[in-house]
């Protein structure tokens, strides 16, 4: 097999901002597999700040060093997922969701299937997705809430000193349901103040409230808080899955923190053995990355896929939404194609 990266520069529409910074554009990777004349592709797109360890040059380095350990059958993938992680240990997990990817869409290819049905999934079972409101004047999300009228799920980002007064305002001029992310940014005690406040807006479940390390401050939110709460920062990998039972309602499941289709799967799986509901997330990315994420959500109760609903122009096609509904492309392999210019 041979592997080709090229770099794949993402504007955003807007300035997108979380309790941690403010993303202006993201610079991720796009990966192509050859194999027989077949091509798979994959996307690595990291956190923007490096919160997971991940930037554009150790992706671009990690890529490299895993195109010495592909083989040559593209469909022993869970030999190849073994085979990266013996190359590079520890981390370098959106690097690794790329190379997983592309390996899922060319099986796909090869067998003439799309991925959802490799898998054995029922494409009538996904979820809705929910749109993101990030951080900006109560005033300016209450706006961008009212506009969002194909999206019936909001997730409002939080973690400021006006954090009420923002979900306050969207409710005003929303029905939506809507989902809260604080991305670590309260301390336990905030968080149990704050939720309680937000609780008479009908909050669907808060993301994160506490610092990713602190496990006894979730288990302290969540004993507290008459809404579930749901780890992101908190649960990165396989192995975090089973110290979050009984710390927190669900987990959030992202391809560039666990490494892609095949680590999720496991992840899902180990959830539900630990009684926790399961939300599928993204970082910013192309239709590709989330296409990719979009096969495994006929298997999670949430889903939060609009990172390619917040670029400028996404250079890929695949998954549709529906009023926020998941619609699975059918085309064998992720189903993504290449937009053309006019439609860019
Ligand atoms: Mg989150």
């Known amino acids: 097999m041979q592997l080709h990266i090229t770099p794949l520069d993402l504007q955003l529409q807007r300035p997108f901002r979380i309790s941690r910074g403010t993303q202006y554009q993201a610079r991720n990777l796009l990966i192509e597999i050859e194999h027989d004349g077949l091509k798979g592709i994959g996307e690595a797109g990291p956190d923007s700040s490096g919160y997971y360890g991940e930037t554009h040059e150790t992706m671009q380095a990690a890529l490299e060093a895993f195109a ?11 030999d190849i997922i073994v085979a990266l992680d013996h190359r590079l240990h520890h981390g370098n997990t959106a690097a690794k969701s790329a190379i997983d990817m592309a390996l899922y869409d060319l099986t796909g290819k090869i067998l003439d299937m799309p991925v959802y049905r490799l898998l054995g999934l029922n494409p009538a079972r996904t979820p809705v997705s929910s749109f993101t409101i990030a951080i900006d004047t109560p005033e300016e999300m209450a706006r ?23 979900v306050r305002a969207i409710r005003e001029v929303s029905n939506a349901t809507l989902r809260v992310d604080a991305n670590a940014a309260w301390t336990p005690k905030e968080a149990i103040r704050t939720i309680e406040a937000l609780a008479p807006y009908g909050i669907e479940l808060i993301e994160q409230p506490v610092a990713a390390h602190d496990l006894d401050g979730l288990r302290l939110v969540r004993e507290h808080s008459p809404i579930p709460i749901i780890a992101d920062e908190s649960c990165v990998t396989l192995e975090d899955v089973p110290r979050m039972a009984g710390r927190v309602d669900g987990i959030n499941i992202k391809l560039a923190k666990c490494g892609g289709l095949r680590n999720a799967l496991k992840m899902i799986h180990t959830a539900r053995a630990h009684r926790l509901s399961v939300m599928f997330g993204c970082m910013v990315s192309s239709s590709l990355a989330i296409t990719a994420a979009a096969h495994l959500t006929p298997l999670v109760d949430y889903a939060d896929l609009d990172g390619a609903l917040l670029l400028a122009h996404d250079p890929f096609q695949g998954v549709r939404f529906e009023q926020g509904r998941i619609r699975l492309p059918d085309a064998p392999g992720l189903g993504v194609t290449e937009r053309t210019a006019e439609m860019k």
């Open 144 to 166: 961008l809430a009212a506009e969002a009228t194909n999206y019936p799920t909001l997730k409002i980002k939080v973690g400021t000193s006006r954090d009420i007064e923002m």
């Open 68 to 78: 010495e350990v592909l083989s040559d059958d593209p469909l022993l993938i869970e």
